[in-house]
């Protein structure tokens, strides 16, 4: 398998320019606005973005869940993780390393972690039509990835890119969507940007058909930018801004 190269990243800077303007606009308001306490308003951002990770773990718990009983164990985890993570923005420790994917393994799937410690996955596996790559291929491709990712500059294309090959990759024996969002949300929320999560199930069946036609695509050609990565890319910006809006009105 090949990664997808940066330097064909394509994506349109319009929605990335808007989110930059209004994540701007907030920090303006908490820092700059003296008819209401800074104290406050710092209160209000924190809040609002508290919300969303608390979402965060809900929803990528409910994707993942089969029934009650494993979204009770998933959430708990997720939570767990979600913790880890902000302790580790709050020492002002970005997401860049192959052992933190490690970490984020152990955390959300404990028992798979016990029975594949430190170690990729072992075997063969599919994702909807695209055959992952053989393991003796893992840590090759995750070092160029991170290794790709030092030479993408807006944290946005960044974190989704990482999510997009990081899934083709399929490094782990369970877990893969859980370690991929919450890396891609370390990203994100270490340079103060909204975490992204699936909302509901018309989100999550677009999410699954945009990332499996981009793969089928990719499988069967040379790596270019085309409609189905492009499609990939607005879906989750869209997601970001939609995150933006909400904690700039909780702001104003």
Not at 44 to 72: G, H, P, R, V
Not at 125 to 154: A, D, R
Not at 167 to 176: A, E
Not at 192 to 214: A, G, Q, V, W
Request: aromatic share 10%; hydrophobic share 35%.
């Amino acid at each position: 398998m090949i990664l997808f190269p940066p330097k064909l990243l394509n994506v349109s800077q319009t929605k990335i320019i808007e989110i930059d303007h209004k994540l701007k606009s907030i920090y303006r308001n908490v820092i700059f606005d003296r008819t209401i306490s800074s104290r406050k308003l710092l209160d209000t951002f924190a809040n609002s973005t508290n919300n969303l990770t608390e979402l965060l773990s809900i929803k990528n718990a409910q994707m993942e869940a089969q029934d009650e009983s494993e979204l009770k164990v998933y959430h708990k985890n997720l939570q767990k993780t979600i913790n880890y993570v902000l302790n580790e923005i709050k020492n002002d420790k970005p997401f860049s390393k192959q052992v933190q994917l490690f970490q984020l393994f152990r955390l959300l799937s404990p028992e798979s972690y016990r029975l594949h410690p430190n170690r990729y996955r072992d075997g063969l596996v599919m994702v909807g039509n695209h055959i992952c790559p053989e393991s003796k291929e893992i840590e090759s491709l995750i070092s160029q990835l991170f290794y790709n990712i030092e030479n993408i500059e807006h944290p946005i294309i960044k974190a989704i890119y990482f999510h997009h090959e990081l899934i083709r990759i399929h490094p782990f024996s369970d877990g893969n969507g859980r370690v991929t969002r919450i890396a891609k949300n370390w990203i994100l929320m270490f340079d103060l940007y909204p975490p992204i999560f699936i909302k509901n199930e018309i989100e999550k069946k677009d999410y699954i058909k945009t990332l499996s036609d981009s793969f089928d695509y990719l499988r069967h050609t040379k790596p270019i930018w085309n409609s189905y990565i492009s499609d990939f890319f607005n879906q989750e910006i869209n997601r970001i801004l939609q995150n933006t809006n909400l904690i700039l009105k909780e702001i104003k």
